[in-house]
């Protein structure tokens, strides 16, 4: 990979706002048709998580070697989800978002973002419980050889500049500050309150990478 690279939010969402997966095996289709496409087109995956009708990554490359990345994701897993189920393969829409983040502390609150996700869409009650990310990788319960953790995780270990933060202490925080944005009295006092109800928000605080802006590849 060359060292001129960036880190992008990747989103892929379902062809038509329809759900990506009707059952674990569709969720573990995709996962192995992204292990495949991070060597192929020689991109790291920092974090990602499988939603209903979203698949989120942080993906670190070039410009044009993350959108190769997602083509060959959507593609791949059509072709694959078709010839293995006999249904339709056109399950992500070849249209999807690349968010460029500056900077370590973006790439941090970005992994946590996404993480965080399957609370925010009520998909689990604990984030523990919820298999399909890259959490219990950095939580040490599971593997994945193609993730890329070393780079959050030694990030993580100056985060604050006095002490060292473990991953589950950094989710913590992430977690304390979502309760926090979830609750009635501060949904009542923010000026940003449709955000803190439930908008597609970071509950670790303001990024401005999820405000919308973006680069569309095709």
């Known amino acids: 990979m060359s060292d001129i690279s960036e880190v992008y939010y990747v989103i892929l969402q379902g062809a038509r706002s329809q759900p990506i997966f009707n059952s674990d095996d569709d969720r573990r289709r995709l996962t192995q048709v992204v292990g495949r496409a991070i060597e192929a087109c020689q991109v790291r995956v920092h974090a990602y998580c499988w939603l209903r009708t979203e698949a989120r990554l942080a993906v670190q490359s070039e410009e044009k070697a993350v959108g190769d990345f997602a083509r060959q994701v959507v593609d791949s897993y059509a072709r694959r989800h078709e010839r293995e189920t006999g249904g339709a393969g056109g399950r992500l829409e070849r249209r999807f978002r690349g968010v460029p983040v500056e900077g370590q502390t973006a790439l941090l609150d970005l992994v946590r973002h996404i993480h965080l996700a399957p609370l925010k869409y009520g998909l689990a009650d604990e984030l523990d419980d919820y298999a399909w990310s890259s959490h219990p990788v950095y ?57 803190a109800q439930g908008r597609d928000r970071c509950g670790a605080g303001p990024i401005s990478y999820l405000d919308g802006r973006g680069t569309f590849f095709r």
């Open 139 to 195: 939580a040490g319960r599971a593997q994945a050889t193609w993730l890329t953790t070393e780079v959050t995780l030694q990030h993580l270990a100056h985060a604050d500049g006095s002490k060292r933060l473990t991953y589950q202490e950094f989710m913590q925080e992430g977690l304390e500050a979502y309760a926090d944005a979830m609750s009635p009295a501060y949904a009542a006092a923010s000026p940003h309150r449709e955000e």
